[in-house]
C-alpha cells in the first residue's frame, strides 16, 4: 500500500492520516467545500475537493469519492466511522476499481449490516440473543408471538437501522400498534427500509462491547471489551474500558461468543460486538459494528495496540501476529466526546467560530481533534469538538485524570459538553460504578 | 530672494521628475531640504491599478467534476482557442473519470481570455477551467 484515500472528515480523518505517516504511507484528504479549511486538508499529503457543503454532495457521493482516488492515484481507501464506513456497496464498489478497502469484506457489511440476519447469524452460532421475532410483515402474528414466548416490554427495532433510529419500546399491545408505525415510517425515512423486528426489552440493561480484529486467513483475537452505557438518547457520551464490574467468567464468555461470531462469518477487520448486560449478568448480542469505532481509543490505552494500524495492515493481507493470550489490558482509560452542544438546553448543537482553543495535557491524557483556535464548526456535519482520553492505572485515577484534563481544557466561542462531562464524573453512583443505560435519564432527567 | 524662489521651483521640478524622496541643497547663503512621501504616491497608484483591474471583469467556468479535464477533441484539435467566443450550454471540453467522459458545458457567455489548465491535467470539484471576459 503506498497512498490512503480517507473517505471521512474530522478527527477521525486526522486518526488516520497519523498512522499512515507512522506507516510511511502517503495520504490523500477529501474535503467539502465547506471543510476547506480543515486540518485533515493541511495535514493530508494531497487533497481534492469532492464537492459542496452537505455531505450528500461530497462525503456520500460515491463516484466523486472513487474520481479522487483515481486522479491521485491512491491505491487504498479508509473509510472511517459514519458517511460511507458501514456501506456494503461502497466497499464492493472500491473492490471492483481495484482499490483495497481498509474494513472487513463487502459481505460481512451487508450481512452484520442487516439487524434481522446478524440475529440470525448469531443464534446459528450459540450467542446469546433476547427472544425476539422474524421481520414482522403482521402486526396481529407480532401480537400472538409476544403474548406465547417473549412478554412486554418489547423492544422495536428496524432492520436497517443504526444510531437509535427506528427504535421503540411497546409494553403493551396498543403500544405495539402504535410504536410499530411509527418506528416503520422513521425506519422508511432514515434507511429506505421499513423493515421492524421486535426484541425482549432488556430493563436497565449495561452496553459493555467487544473489540474484535480478523485478518483475511481466518485469525480472529478480540481485545477485551469497552463499557459504554453513559448514553442519551442511544448517543454514547463517555465510554471505558476496562467494563467495570464485570466478572471475570462473563468476560470471558463474552470476548469468546464474539470471536466465535466473527470468526464464522469470516471477519476480516476491526470490529466491534455490542451486547447488553442485565441485572443477573446476562448478556445478549444486540449488533455489530463492521468499522473503527469513535471510542477505539479506549481499548488502545488499555493494550497499548494501534487498532488503525492493524486495520491497514490485515487490509494488505498480513498475518495477524499475535494471539489472544498475548492481549493483557492493563489499567483504565475513559473517554468524553465533547461536542459543541449547549448542555442546558437539550444538548442543542452549536456550530460557530472557536476563538480560544487550549488543550490540556501531561500524564495519561490523549487528545483526538480537527480542531485549532479560529477554527469554525460547521452546521453541516456532527458538532464533535474532540474527545479527551485519560489514562490510569484503575478507574479512580482515570477519572481523577479526565476531571484535571477536562478542566484544563479551554474553549472559547461555543459551548461545550465539558460541564455536563464533569457533572457525571462527580456524580456518586457514577464513581461507584452503579451505572445503566438509564444513568442519565434516571440522574440528570434527561 | 528672486534667485532664491527660482532656485526652490528647480528642486520641486527634480524632485517630481526624477521620482526621489528627499533633496538637499546647500550653498554659502542657503540651505534647502526638501522631502516627499514617495509611500503615499505609491498607494494612490496601487488603487488606481486595482480599479483598473477590477474593470476587467472575468469570469470563470469551473468544474463540476473530478478528474481530467481535456480539450482536444479525438482528431486532436483544440476545442478551445484564445479570443473564442463562448455562450452557454457550449461543450468547452471533458473531464473523465473512471473511463467515463463528461461534456463540461459553459453556463456563462463570454470571450476565452485564458485555458487555466493543460490538457489531460487533473481537476477536483469547484477548480477554474478556463478564464472568460
Known amino acids: 500500500m503506498k497512498k490512503i484515500l480517507i473517505a471521512n472528515r474530522g478527527e477521525i480523518a486526522i486518526r488516520i492520516i497519523r498512522a499512515a505517516k507512522e506507516l510511511d504511507i502517503k495520504t490523500v484528504a477529501v474535503y467539502s467545500e465547506a471543510d476547506k479549511d480543515s486540518l485533515h486538508v493541511q495535514m493530508a499529503d494531497e487533497a481534492v475537493c469532492i464537492g459542496g457543503a452537505s455531505a450528500t454532495e461530497s462525503y456520500l457521493k460515491i463516484p466523486n469519492i472513487i474520481a479522487a482516488a483515481e486522479i491521485t492515484e491512491a491505491d487504498a481507501i479508509h473509510p472511517g466511522y459514519g458517511f460511507l464506513a458501514e456501506n456494503a456497496r461502497f466497499a464492493k464498489i472500491c473492490r471492483i476499481h481495484n482499490l483495497i478497502y481498509i474494513g472487513p469484506n463487502h459481505e460481512c ?10 440475529r440470525e447469524k448469531a443464534i446459528e452460532n450459540n450467542v446469546p440473543v433476547t427472544n425476539g421475532t422474524g421481520i414482522i410483515k ?13 412478554g412486554y416490554p418489547v423492544m422495536i427495532k428496524a432492520t436497517a437501522g443504526g444510531g437509535g433510529k427506528g427504535m421503540r419500546i411497546a409494553r403493551n399491545d396498543k403500544e405495539l400498534e402504535k410504536n410499530m408505525v411509527a418506528a416503520q415510517n422513521e425506519a422508511e425515512a432514515a434507511f429506505n427500509n421499513p423493515d421492524v423486528f421486535v426484541e425482549k426489552y432488556v430493563e436497565n440493561p449495561k452496553h459493555v462491547e467487544i473489540q474484535i480484529i480478523g485478518d483475511k486467513h481466518g485469525n480472529v483475537i478480540h481485545l477485551g471489551e469497552r463499557n459504554c452505557s453513559i448514553q442519551r438518547k442511544n ?18 464468555e463474552m470476548g469468546e461468543a464474539a470471536v466465535r461470531l466473527a470468526k464464522a462469518i469470516k471477519y476480516d477487520s476491526a470490529g466491534t460486538f455490542e451486547f447488553l448486560l442485565d441485572e443477573n449478568n446476562d448478556f445478549y448480542f444486540m449488533e455489530m459494528n463492521t468499522r473503527i469505532q469513535v471510542e ?6 488499555v493494550t497499548g495496540l494501534d487498532i488503525i494500524k492493524l486495520q491497514i495492515l490485515l487490509a494488505e493481507g498480513d498475518i495477524l501476529k499475535m494471539s489472544q493470550e498475548d492481549i493483557v489490558p492493563y489499567g483504565h482509560a ?15 448543537p452549536c456550530p460557530g467560530k472557536i476563538t480560544k482553543y487550549i488543550v490540556p495535557g501531561g500524564i495519561g491524557v490523549r487528545i483526538d481533534s480537527h480542531t485549532y483556535q479560529g477554527y469554525e464548526i460547521s452546521p453541516y456535519y456532527d458538532s464533535m469538538i474532540g474527545k479527551v482520553i485519560a489514562f490510569g492505572m ?3 485515577e482515570a477519572i481523577a485524570r479526565m476531571k484535571r484534563a477536562l478542566n484544563e481544557f479551554i474553549i472559547e466561542g461555543v459551548e461545550t459538553t465539558i460541564p455536563f462531562h464533569l457533572k457525571v464524573l462527580e456524580n456518586e453512583n457514577y464513581k461507584k460504578g452503579n451505572v445503566t443505560t438509564a444513568f442519565i435519564e434516571k440522574e440528570f432527567g434527561l | 530672494m528672486e534667485k532664491e524662489e527660482i532656485m526652490i521651483d528647480e528642486l520641486i521640478k ?3 521628475e526624477k521620482n526621489l524622496s528627499e533633496i538637499n541643497y546647500e550653498s554659502k547663503e542657503l540651505k534647502i531640504k526638501m522631502k516627499k512621501d514617495l509611500v503615499q504616491n505609491l498607494e494612490e497608484d496601487i488603487v488606481l491599478e486595482e480599479i483598473k483591474e477590477e474593470e476587467q471583469v472575468f469570469d470563470y467556468i469551473k468544474s463540476t467534476n ?13 476545442l478551445l482557442n484564445i479570443g473564442d467566443e463562448i455562450k452557454v450550454g457550449q461543450t468547452i471540453g471533458y473531464i473523465s473519470t473512471v473511463g467515463i467522459k463528461t461534456p463540461v458545458k459553459s453556463d456563462k457567455n463570454g470571450v476565452l481570455e485564458e485555458i487555466l489548465l493543460k490538457n489531460g491535467d487533473t481537476t477536483d470539484y469547484g477548480k477554474s477551467l478556463i478564464k472568460i471576459k
Open chain 1, 109 to 118: 457489511i451487508k450481512n452484520m449490516g442487516d439487524k434481522a440476519t446478524a
Open chain 1, 138 to 150: 403482521n402486526v396481529e402474528v407480532a401480537k400472538k408471538e409476544i403474548a406465547e414466548r417473549i
Open chain 1, 235 to 252: 448517543q454514547k457520551l463517555i465510554e471505558e474500558s476496562p467494563s467495570f464490574g464485570l466478572p471475570e467468567k462473563i468476560r470471558q
Open chain 2, 66 to 78: 473530478i478528474g481530467r479535464f481535456y480539450f482536444f477533441d479525438k482528431n486532436g484539435s483544440s
Open chain 2, 14 to 16: 527634480i524632485l517630481a
Open chain 1, 296 to 301: 477505539h481509543t479506549v481499548t488502545e490505552a
Open chain 1, 334 to 348: 475513559i473517554e468524553c466526546r465533547i461536542n459543541a452542544e449547549d448542555t442546558e438546553h437539550g444538548f442543542l
Open chain 1, 394 to 396: 484503575d478507574r479512580e
